[in-house]
């Protein structure tokens, strides 16, 4: 098991333009999520799958943002036609949805990925 | 609304001291809470979960509490040391369970050699 992974890490990109980051899951996890984080602040819920389907969408995610899970296994974020205030780290997460076991709830963080946009 | 917070923002102490976290939150109807540690740059790390029924849990030097009726939490860290020096997280997750979590603003320690 070698942890929730997230690619690329760093993205600095101009305004204006697109980008996706992958996220790839602890293997079974059929519960996965993205957060976004900015500096001094704890992490915003975006969204989160389970299994493939989109089960929560925050109001933070706008229409230039779009997640994807297509198999239930790996996920991607796509931000379009960026902007300054999409610089922030993104997080992702994943965990088993269980209700008999207590380990199962826990919830686990990748690395993030940082977009700075210029 | 859940509204999550954490007090104090910042602290220093000294190695070898015992302290405590605080976190608080608004609205008692939530299926667990869980303590997180985050380097600087890097993702988060779990620390303690906490189930909505149960009062603490404890994992070596950590160990967190939870009242739920009255919307707290504390991490209390016994004989700290440098590299507990981090930004420490607590988030809850709603009695919905969703998944969703909701987290404070962290503490950020500094622990001095």
């Known amino acids: 098991d070698t942890g929730v992974s997230q690619n690329p890490r760093h993205k600095i990109t101009k305004r204006g333009q697109n980008v996706t980051f992958r996220c790839d899951p602890i293997?079974?996890?059929?519960?996965l999520y993205w957060y976004r984080q900015t500096l001094g602040q704890g992490p915003e819920f975006l969204t989160y799958f389970q299994n493939e389907a989109q089960l929560e969408k925050s109001r933070l995610l706008s229409d230039r943002f779009s997640a994807e899970r297509p198999k239930g296994s790996f996920s991607t974020l796509e931000i379009q036609r960026t902007e300054q205030g999409d610089s922030a780290m993104y997080l992702c997460?994943?965990?088993?949805?269980?209700?008999?076991?207590?380990?199962?709830?826990?919830?686990?963080f990748g690395e993030g990925s940082w977009l700075t946009v210029v | 609304k859940q509204e999550v917070t954490q007090i104090p923002a910042a602290l220093s102490v000294p190695e070898g001291e015992n302290l405590v976290l605080n976190c608080s939150f608004t609205d008692s109807a939530i299926y667990n809470l869980q303590w997180f540690r985050q380097d600087p740059g890097k993702g988060l790390t779990s620390l303690l979960l906490i189930q909505s029924s149960q009062r603490e849990q404890t994992s070596g030097r950590l160990n967190a509490s939870l009242d739920k009726s009255s919307g707290r939490s504390t991490l209390y860290i016994a004989a700290s040391q440098p590299g507990d020096s981090a930004t420490y997280l607590c988030?809850?997750?709603?009695?919905?369970?969703?998944?969703?979590?909701?987290f404070g603003q962290g503490t950020t320690l500094q622990v001095k050699p």
């Open positions: 988030a809850v997750r709603p009695e919905s369970n969703t998944g969703k979590l909701i």
């Open positions: 997460a994943s965990s088993i949805r269980s209700g008999f076991l207590s380990s199962g709830n826990t919830i686990y």
């Open positions: 293997s079974e996890h059929n519960r």
